[in-house]
């Protein structure tokens, strides 16, 4: 089997995660499409796995949860009308407000059964009583309840918008916040620590860093699969790669996990010796990630 070169793999997730779409990554790399969503492919299996193992046991104070709205292979108008593809679907993501870590990502749609499996996730990974804050969707109490019972302080943050403005260019402009309540749902939380802010900013950096959640480009996912091993590369070289700029180191060793910064280099490392162990590809042998679809 031709393999590309180890640097030019890492030159290749690296450029997926600065922002640059599969054909864009394909001609710069001088290779073929496929061969970048293989290895993208590859690489969201493997990130997928090192999060699943490593990201045990937190000892977190403050997490902070939200959800994200993106779309696989047309708009939900546009599947209405007979066009293929998923529609609409949502990133939810869980993360430490101290460290900054994404504890937990999931990716489905905005149902209760996917509230429920988020919670479930973000509840395994965590070893104390948290403080958790959530925008005020009304399917995180009772998903909340069930995952951690009575065991954590859980506060919404709920906000009233006006109306959002009518011009064409501001269209994806959000409504003018004219208002905002911090409910306590269970257990005791401390006013100054209900926000959602952290989460929010998180969100923006991964519409920004992900081709897949830019507006109005056709670098959308085609596929569910690959929507979401992007996902996974993402938050590996987020928790893992990636310097904040706030902490001056990468979440992973503000939370403990890690005792240095990873580099890209590292998980094509992990890449190849798997092809060397198994004599085939990373999804050959694991299985994929869970996901919608």
């Known amino acids: 089997m031709n393999r590309l070169p180890t640097e030019k793999r890492a030159l ?18 001088s290779c073929s499409k ?5 290895l993208l492919a590859d690489a969201g299996t493997m990130a997928q796995r090192w999060h699943d193992e490593q990201v045990r046991d937190l000892q977190a104070e403050r997490v902070q949860a939200d959800e994200i709205w993106s779309f696989v292979g047309c708009k939900d108008r546009a599947k209405k009308h007979g066009a293929g593809g998923l529609g609409s679907v949502w990133t939810w993501i ?13 990716l489905g749609s905005r149902e209760q059964e996917d509230a429920d499996l988020f919670m479930e996730d973000l509840a395994s990974r965590v070893s104390n009583v948290i403080q958790l804050s959530t925008d005020g969707l009304t399917l995180y109490p009772d998903a909340v309840r069930r995952a951690f019972g009575k065991n954590i302080d859980f506060a919404q943050v709920i906000k009233q918008y ?5 011009e064409t260019q501001a269209r994806y402009s959000p409504g003018i916040c004219i208002g905002c309540e911090k409910k306590r749902v269970i257990g005791f939380a401390f006013g100054e620590d209900i926000s959602t802010s952290h ?8 519409r920004m860093q ?13 596929k569910i699969e690959n ?7 993402h938050f590996w070289n987020y928790n893992w790669c990636k310097k904040h700029a706030t902490l001056k180191t990468t979440p992973a060793v503000a939370a403990g996990l890690a005792g240095r910064r990873m580099q ?11 092809e060397a162990e198994t004599g085939g590809r990373v999804t050959d042998y694991l299985p994929s990630p869970q996901c919608i679809g």
């Open 199 to 206: 989460i929010e900013r998180q969100n923006l950096t991964l």
């Open 162 to 166: 006006g109306n959002p403005p009518r």
């Open 34 to 38: 496929i061969t970048v969503l293989r």
């Open 94 to 106: 869980g993360m430490d407000s101290d460290s900054k870590l994404a504890i937990s990502y999931w």
């Open 12 to 29: 290749i997730l690296s450029a997926l995660i600065e922002g640059s779409g599969i054909n864009a990554t394909a001609r710069l790399a």
């Open 227 to 233: 929507h979401y091993h992007a996902i996974c590369l």
């Open 210 to 222: 992900n081709r897949r959640f830019t507006r109005l480009t056709n670098a959308f996912s085609k």
């Open 264 to 274: 890209m280099v590292e998980l094509v490392e992990m890449i190849e010796a798997h």
